[in-house]
């Protein structure tokens, strides 16, 4: 069975860092592009960064690209989220999730999501 185990999160100051990782299982995480997503109080879910199977691509979301760096450790099946200069609208549940590429992870529905991991940045 897929399983997603997001953590790292936590409370930080604005400004601060975060590193997120998210551990997969039950699937060839090294076949498959993986990103993150989250959702903050009151929105849907977006998403915030991919990176493709071979870790030499990488997509953000615009109002995270430059503070955000995702990144992947195929031998550990986990991918880790890198979060800088963290604003409070940042403030959100994070998820990853995984896909053929980073387009079709995009698009997609994705039947199932871990508990994901709380990230809550104060101003």
């Known amino acids: 069975q897929v399983q997603l185990v997001e953590s790292g999160g936590g409370l930080v100051q604005a400004g601060g860092s975060l590193r997120l990782s998210c551990a997969a299982s039950?699937?060839?995480?090294?076949?498959?592009?993986m990103g993150w997503f989250r959702q903050a109080p009151g929105k849907e879910r977006e998403f915030v960064a991919g990176?493709?199977?071979?870790?030499?691509?990488?997509a953000y979301a615009d109002s995270v690209e430059g503070r955000f760096t995702i990144s992947r450790d195929d031998a550990k099946n986990t991918v880790y989220l890198q979060m800088a200069s963290l604003k409070p609208e940042d403030t959100a549940i994070y998820y990853c999730n995984y896909a053929l590429t980073i387009p079709d992870m995009t698009r997609a529905e994705h039947a199932y999501w871990g508990q994901g991991t709380q990230v809550t940045v104060s101003s």
């Open positions: 039950g699937f060839t995480s090294s076949t498959y592009a």
């Open positions: 990176i493709n199977r071979s870790g030499l691509l990488r």
